[in-house]
Structure formats: C-alpha cells, structure tokens
C-alpha cells in the first residue's frame, strides 16, 4: 500500500497555483493531471489532491528537479482559492474525479497518438511523392536525351541517304556517256571494216580461229578436280548459355570461380563437431535436410539445419536465403535482413546464373521490412526484384500493394 504525502506546500496568484513536492531521493516520478485532480506518484509514496476549482489542463504544467516536483495550475477564473482540495470524504465522489480523470488522460493520449500516426503518414505520403516526382523528372530527361539522339540520328542518315542518292544519279550519267562513247566506237571501227580492207580481214579471222583452236587444246590439257574432303570443326563448351557475344566472360568466369571456392571451404574450427557422422559434415546434405524441414512446417528444425550448415561453410549464399526464410516465418525479422543481406553480399557479380536467387533475397528482405512497417525500404527491395524479373505477376501485384498502403490508398 502506498504512502500518502503530507508534507507538501502551495501558492497561488490571481491566475496560478503552485505546489511543491519533496520527492525524498525517488528515481521514477509518475505525474497525473486533469482539471480537477492532481495524482504525483513516485513509489513508495503517493499525492492525491481533489481540487476545490477547476484549472485548465492545457495550460498546466509539472517541472521535477533538485529532488522536487513544483506542479503549475493554470486557473480558469482569476480568483483566490480559500483552499487547495475538496473537504469531502466520500469514497465514491473521489472514485468518480479519479475515473474521470483517467479516461481524459487516456481520451488525451490516443489523440496524441492519432496526431502523431497521421503526421508520420503525411511524412511518408510526401517523401513518396517528392520520389516519385524526382523519379518522373529522371524519366523526362531521359526520353528527352533520346528524343534528341533519334533526331539527330534521323537527320544523318537523309544526308547519308542523300549523298548515296546523287552518288548513284553521276554514276548513272557516267555509265550512259561511256555506252555512247563506246558505241561511237564501235561504228567508226565498222566504217574502217567496210571501206575495202578485206584482205586483212581474212588474216585478222585467220588469226583469230587459230587462237580458238589452241585455246580448246588448253582446254583438254586441264588438271583433274581436287578430291573433296571433310573439315572438323569442335566448338568450347561453355557453362552459361548465352552466347558469348552476348555474355558478360569476366563477371561468370568469376561467379564460378566462387562457386567453386565455396564447394571447397570447409571452416576449421568445428573441433567441437568431431562426433558428427559423416553425412552430417556435408553442407549439400545439410541444405537438403533443412529443405525438407521447412517444406513440412518444422521451421526451427529447418533452422537448425542451416546454422549447422553455415558453421560448416560460410560461403554458400543459399543457406543464408534459406535461413532467412525460416526467420521471417518465426517473426524474427531483423535477423531475416540480416541474412537476405548476407545472402545479396555472395551473390555478386550479377550474372543470369543467379539472377533468381538475387530476387528471392530482395523480396525476403522486402517482406521483412514491410512486416516491420518499414514500407518504404520494402518497396526499394520488391522493385529491385522486378527489376530482375519484371514479368513475374505475383512480384507486380505485391508490388502494388505496397504502393497502395504508403499512398493510404489500402483497404
């Protein structure tokens, strides 16, 4: 039961009351006001004052230092009190000032509390608007970039095409000249023919059918056609299917090198695991077992599973993905984001080997946050995932979903 203060004092003025309180070396003050009840509580003592007039709550209030709590009243009429509190005895007239009192406090803190839930949503509402709109800028000045370099574009080539047209027009011109000019000489030389120089004309024939013949002997003395062959051609196996026009060589070459590096490490300091069976020191083994836990609704056996892998092996970004999994399921978010950022942190450089495992942590981690109501972190980690895999259905309309709850815009 606790004590009651006797040994206070107070003044007053024309439109404040003030009253003092020893508090006799107490840690933890507890000060309850209402306009017309007055409660100081610091364990093991206690101050009831049942006012005689009413104060005004809104303007009161309460200063605690050099072991004293001085309590300031703002009177609602200016007046002398004759005294401090009621004279009355009456249990359940006190319970009622007391009951009232309380339910005006808690009236007061949930308004508060609104006040302050609907100034953070309006913090949050403009600081996604002030995004978005930096956002629709960015995308304005990229468009616009783009718009230029197709103009630009677009004039180069109907000069090019221009210049290739008149190109084609002088070689056509140069082409009909020289068929003119060729003919020209044609008929002079068929003038000269027919002006009486037989004679020579035989010769020239002569000449010319002898050539013929010793053309078509050449022609038997011809060489026989190379015997066909057949040419071997083997190809590099690759282990990413992109074509290697198309892949990014020193990104994968050093994915799989880590990969590679994380099937070998094995930790050192599991000395205290000596008694393991041989199957239990495989993290592959281990993985599949959590696996399997996991998917039969046993989450802390799954978990166990997992640690006991990453004991093992701290290289292997699937078993943190994993593991945090298990914690968003038994509402250990924060570790969940420790992990899908764990997780992210192996599965670099991005490759399209992993390109689905890196979604997975973006949207664990998102899940996490948004579990925490951290919405707005949420959003960055679901976009990141779409933009990896922007035609999955289900990460666009959760997606959306998160939107809608930052917007206020939610059921």
Not at 101 to 130: F, G
Not at 193 to 214: A, C, L, T, Y
Not at 395 to 408: F, H, P, S, V
Request: aromatic fraction near 6%.
């Amino acid at each position: 039961m606790p004590l009651l203060v006797t040994d206070h004092s107070w003044t007053q003025t024309q439109s404040m009351v003030y009253i003092s309180v020893p508090l006799k070396g107490a840690k933890k003050v507890d000060v309850l006001s209402s306009d017309e009840y007055l409660k100081v509580h610091f364990p093991p003592f206690l101050l009831e004052v049942f006012l005689s007039e009413l104060v005004d709550d809104d303007q009161s209030s309460a200063k605690i230092g050099n072991g004293v709590a001085v309590i300031s009243l703002s009177k609602r009429t200016n007046k002398l009190w004759e005294h401090l509190a009621i004279s009355t005895y009456d249990k359940e007239t006190k319970k009622e000032i007391r009951l009232r009192a309380l339910s005006k406090m808690q009236e007061k803190l949930a308004a508060e509390a609104q006040t302050k839930s609907e100034k953070k949503h309006k913090e949050k509402k403009y600081t996604l608007k002030t995004m978005m709109n930096i956002e629709k800028d960015e995308r304005e000045k990229i468009q616009k970039m783009k718009d230029d370099e197709r103009k630009s574009t677009t004039a180069e080539l109907e000069a090019w095409q221009m210049k290739e047209k008149k190109k084609d027009e002088e070689g056509a011109r140069l082409k009909v000249q020289s068929r003119t000019a060729n003919q020209n000489q044609i008929k002079a030389l068929k003038d000269n023919f027919d002006g009486g120089r037989s004679h020579e004309s035989k010769v020239i024939f002569d000449q010319r059918s002898g050539n013929k013949d010793e053309g078509k002997k050449k022609h038997v003395a011809l060489p026989a056609p190379r015997i066909p062959g057949n040419i071997e051609v083997s190809f590099t196996p690759r282990v990413f299917p992109t074509a290697l026009r198309e892949s990014m060589v020193a990104e994968e070459e050093e994915w799989l090198k880590k990969q590679a590096e994380a099937r070998r490490t094995v930790n050192a300091d599991v000395e205290e695991l000596n008694d393991l069976r041989e199957e239990e020191r495989n993290p592959d083994w281990l993985k599949e077992k959590g696996n399997k836990c996991f998917a039969a609704g046993n989450y802390l056996g799954a978990l166990n599973a997992y640690n006991l892998a990453i004991r093992l092996n701290r290289k292997i970004p699937a078993l943190y993905s994993n593991r945090a999994a298990c914690h968003l399921k038994l509402r250990n978010l924060h570790k969940a984001i420790e992990d899908s950022s764990k997780a992210l942190e192996l599965l670099t450089p991005a490759v399209s080997a992993n390109a689905a495992a890196r979604a997975r942590a973006h949207v664990r981690r998102g899940s996490a946050f948004c579990q925490l109501e951290l919405y707005t972190e949420g959003l960055q980690e679901y976009q990141a995932a779409l933009k990896i895999d922007p035609n999955n259905e289900t990460l666009q309309a959760d997606t959306q979903k998160i939107r809608d709850i930052i917007q206020g815009s939610a059921p």
